[in-house]
Structures are given as C-alpha cells and as structure tokens.
C-alpha cells in the first residue's frame, strides 16, 4: 500500500505571490511582482547580478523584511504554511534558516556550542535534547572538533559552517543562503556547496542559495531561478538556464558554457562532469 | 591579537557571578562615579575597580582602560582649563584668543577638569572590567525577559563591545599595512570608523538574533546554571556600596568645591566611604586558591 504523505510534504516551502517591495526613502522598488514556489526537497538557485533584489527576496522569505528592516510590502509570502508577513523573523524561526553572506555578523554568542544550541534554547527545548541536536548537526557538518572553540579563533570557512549549523540545527523545512561561499576560497567554497547538496539529500531540507559564483553551484542545483530589476526573469533546470542566459543575459553565462559556445560545442556544460562527457563523446579528451 | 576588553573565561567568583550580579556591584560603582565629585571617592571607587580587575585576572584590560583613561582625563583637563577662567589661583595668562577671548588658565579650573577627567577614567575601567569578566552569552540570555522583544538592544548591550574590539584590531591592522609612505591615520577617524562599523554590524547580529528566535515566547526555564554562590557577595556589596554612598551624600561626604577656591572635604564621613569604596574592591577574592580553584572552574566552565 502505498505510503500516505503527511500534510507538512504537500505545504510548499517557500510559496511567494505578487510580491512588491520599497526599502524605506528608497526611490525604487526592490521587489516587483515576484511570484515563485518552492517544494520541499528542492535546491534552488538564485541568480541575477549584483543589487538584483536576491538578497532583498531572501531576507522578505525570512521576514527581516519588512518586520526588521521596515519599507513597504504587497503580495503574499508563505513559509511551510506560516504566513511570513504576519509571523515576523521569530516565529518564522521554527521553520526557515538563514545563513548571510558575511560569516562574523551571524555569530552572537562566546562559544561555537552555545552559539549553535542558541536557537535550541531559545525555542525552550530541554538540556538533554539540545546537546543532541547539537552534537548531530555538528557531526553533519563536519565540526565536532570546534565545538569546545572560542568563535573568534575560527577561520572564514568554519565560522560559514558554525553558522551554517546554528541555522540548520533547529531542523527547518528551508534554508536561505545569501552568498555563503563568498569570503571563502575556491576549495573551501567547493565543499561548502557540495555539503549543502548532501544535506538536502539526506535531511529533504529545501535550500534557495543565492550565488554570484554560478559555475561553482549550477551542478549541484536542482532548478535556477534569476532575477533582474527585483523581478524574475528566469525560473528552469540548470541547463535550460545555461541556454537562456547565451541568450537574454550573457553575464551569468558561466565560464565554460561561454567557452563551450565560442567554439560550438553543445550542450553547454552544467558542471565539470557534464563538460569532460561532453568532450569524450567529440572525441576532444 | 585578542582585545584586552576581549571577554575571557577565567575561574574566578567574578566571572563565575551571574551577571545581574556582577552588574548591581560594578553598576554600584558607576553610581559613586556619577554622583560624587569628591576626588578622594573617585579615587577610590577607581582604586576598588582597578583592584576588582585585578583579582579577576582581566590585567590588560585594566592596563589598556587606564591608559585610555589616562589619555581623555588629560585632554578633558586641557579643555577644561582652557574654556573655564573661573578661580582665584591664576597659574597662567594665555591672552586673546579667537572666539574664546581673554584666557586664563587657574589651578581651580585645572582641578575641576582632573576631577571630570578622573570619573572618565573610572567609568573606562569599571566598563574595562566589566567588558572583560562577564560573558556576553550569560548577559544576552539574562536579557531576554527584559528586553525580548528587542534583539537590538540586547546586541548593543552584550555583543558592541566585542564587535567594536574584533574590529577596532582589524582596523589597526590595515592601518598598518598601508605602508610607511601613506599618510598615518588619525585617532578620531579611526575611533568614528570603528563605531560606525561596530554600529552597522551590531545591527546585523540583530538580525541574525532575530532569526534564532530570541522574540520567541519560549518557556524560560529557570535554571540553577544562572545562579553561582557568588551571587549573594556581589549583590550584597553592590548593596553596601550604594548604602554607604547615599548615606555620605547625606553626611556631606561629597564636600568638594572648585571655585572660587579649592576645598576638599576630607571628613570622617569622606574617609568611611573611601574605605568602603576601596574594601569593596576585594570582592572577587577567593578564600583559599587550593580549595575553591575547582569549584571556581567548574562554575567557570559551566558559565
């Protein structure tokens, strides 16, 4: 017999309709007319280019915006069913994780323990099940050895993972990541991405990460969304992304898809995978 | 480099207090400042802080407040003799100058100025202190009924300090790397450019507290981890500090006059009061170091 999906599976994550949005004394609008959805389990991209209105998107899905940074707002967003407009940032905690782009102003406590079990705490859940839940995230991530560390010790990229851990330990249906791998290096950035994919895997949490470096996370994407102007101009997989933007936005093409297409070879490249198959089958490697 | 303001886990009964009690003692302190003007309780208000840092291990931070403090009592005494000629004892005649006048530099106003100088200086060293010993976590939890509804708050209060400190010494680093052909960089734009940033990413830490639900309506539980043993001794010579300042303001303990001459009180009333002031420093001492060391650093580690 088949298995009967709860409620909570059919909620989507994210579910955003005409939403429109002016930042205080802002002559322009930041959001125009965004509408999206997102299921749960998705790893969505967002792309588009610098002031583009993704981190504005991010933070509204989040409810800094308008509850902590004000501005006016239309539309509707829902986050796993909670309305995000009237819910704010704290109650909106128990289901949506954020994680920004700049590592050292996420951190407000002393200890990378206290500092993940904060939200644990500040939910009221007992002793017992924090230290749990903080040593199981921490075990995901990758960062047992730090725990006991004081967070003014850690490196660029363990300071991302702590905050990436205080964002994910309360287990939220969505996590929002505004240019995490953006003050790490290559490899450290690399592996921030592919630790998210298998998070999403293995934990079905859904993921809209916001990123300039696209060719770093196209491959691990299940679907690219872009914006230009605080509105959405594409929303499609990886590759037919790749296809639009040849097209209608040449400078989120990424480098070897403008490479592919200098010289002709199709289909452009996803990932480093896709390119070297690409390669094998016209006989280039 | 790790600030000197930089909190540091250390097993001591400061450190160990919870911090509301921590706070009624050094805030105790704060209000001698504010409210007397008798050099000789400033001094030992300053005295008692200088002494509570040091039996609480925090010794750079208590080095670097005094320096600064040192260095804005002798500018606050410049000024101060400079823009006020009231007093009798005229020490110099510095003539016309522009906007000011006729200036007259005079002991009296030279002294006035040493006393605000020196209430600056034991307000540096109190916060230096304080900055220093009580854990911002244990301050940004004890706020939450207080303050719940606003992350903002609680980021200023608990987390402003060690931001402004992480940035104040990456500031100086990139001063310093600009080479030594680039023009040196000024004190005040510095100081205007680290609390502007430290202002701006407080800000964001507040978000960020937002995020972790600090506004949530959670059950608060009350746990034995926000008590210490330590308690009782701070909260009680926090009292005794008030007690016996508002007392000597009424005994007259705070006889101090600049102008038009100098007179400082130095009464039985002003001499009980120092005494106090100065006794009370020693707070944070511990009764027997072997033992009460693992107590101290158990209450330290679970803190």
């Not at chain 2, 007397?36 to 407040?65: D, E, F, K, M, T």
Request: proline share 6%.
């Amino acid at each position: 017999m088949p298995e009967l999906a709860s409620p909570a599976r059919l909620t989507p994550a994210l579910a955003i309709e005409g939403l429109a949005y002016s930042y205080p004394h802002a002559e322009r609008a930041a959001l125009r007319d965004v509408s999206l959805q997102l299921d749960p389990g998705e790893l969505v991209l967002l792309a588009g280019r610098s002031a583009c209105g993704k981190s504005t998107l991010l933070r509204a899905a989040c409810g800094l915006v308008p509850h902590f940074h004000g501005g006016e707002i239309s539309g509707r967003i829902e986050v796993a069913g909670i309305d995000a407009l009237e819910a704010g940032p704290g109650k909106l905690a128990t289901a949506v994780g954020y994680v920004a782009q700049d590592p050292e102003t996420q951190v407000v406590s002393t200890t990378v323990k206290a500092e993940i079990e904060l939200p644990l705490e500040m939910r009221g859940d007992p002793p017992t099940s924090r230290a749990r839940a903080v040593e199981e995230v921490a075990l995901a991530l990758a960062i047992p050895h730090l725990l006991d560390r004081t967070v003014d010790t850690l490196s660029g990229g363990e300071l991302q993972r702590v905050a990436l851990a205080a964002a994910l330990v309360t287990r939220p249906q969505l996590v929002l990541l505004d240019e995490p791998t953006s003050q790490l290096d290559p490899v450290a950035g690399d592996e921030l991405i592919w630790l998210l994919r298998r998070l999403n895997e293995e934990w079905g949490v859904t993921i809209l990460l916001a990123e300039h470096r696209l060719e770093r996370c196209l491959a691990a994407a299940d679907r690219v969304i872009a914006m230009d102007g605080g509105a959405i101009s594409f929303d499609g997989s990886p590759r037919d992304f790749l296809a639009w933007a040849q097209e209608s936005d040449p400078a989120l093409e990424t480098p070897a898809a403008r490479l592919f297409s200098l010289v002709g070879l199709d289909p452009l490249p996803v990932g480093v995978r896709d390119a070297r198959q690409t390669l094998r089958e016209r006989g280039l490697r | 480099m790790r600030s000197p303001f930089a909190y540091m886990p250390r097993p001591g009964p400061l450190q160990a207090a919870s911090p509301s009690a921590a706070v009624a003692y050094l805030g105790s302190l704060v209000v001698v400042a504010f409210l007397y003007s008798n050099a000789l309780v400033l001094a030992a208000a300053g005295a008692a802080a200088i002494v509570v840092g040091l039996l609480a291990g925090a010794r750079r931070a208590v080095r670097a407040a005094l320096w600064m403090g040192l260095t804005l009592a002798l500018l606050i005494v410049a000024i101060n003799a400079v823009v006020v000629d009231r007093g009798e004892t005229v020490l110099a005649r510095l003539g016309d100058w522009p906007l000011l006048g006729p200036v007259n530099v005079t002991a009296e106003a030279v002294a006035a100025g040493a006393v605000l100088g020196l209430r600056a200086a034991v307000v540096l060293v109190i916060f230096a202190v304080y900055s220093a010993c009580v854990d911002p976590d244990r301050v940004l939890r004890a706020l939450r009924p207080l303050a719940g509804r606003s992350a903002l708050t609680a980021t200023l209060v608990s987390r402003l300090v060690p931001l402004a400190a992480a940035d104040g010494s990456r500031l100086r680093d990139a001063a310093r790397l600009r080479g030594p052909a680039a023009a040196p960089v000024g004190r005040a734009p510095l100081a205007r450019r680290l609390l502007a940033g430290s202002l701006d990413r407080a800000v964001d830490v507040a978000a960020t507290l937002e995020l972790r639900g600090y506004a949530l309506d959670a059950p608060r539980r009350s746990s034995a981890r926000a008590r210490s043993r330590y308690d009782a001794r701070f909260y009680a010579m926090g009292a005794l500090v008030l007690a016996a300042a508002v007392a000597g303001k009424l005994a007259g303990a705070d006889a101090f006059d600049f102008y038009p001459t100098l007179e400082i009180g130095t009464g039985p009333g002003t001499v009980a009061l120092v005494c106090v002031l100065f006794l009370s420093g020693f707070a944070p001492l511990r009764r027997s170091r072997s033992a009460t060391t693992p107590v101290a650093l158990s209450e330290a580690s679970r803190a």
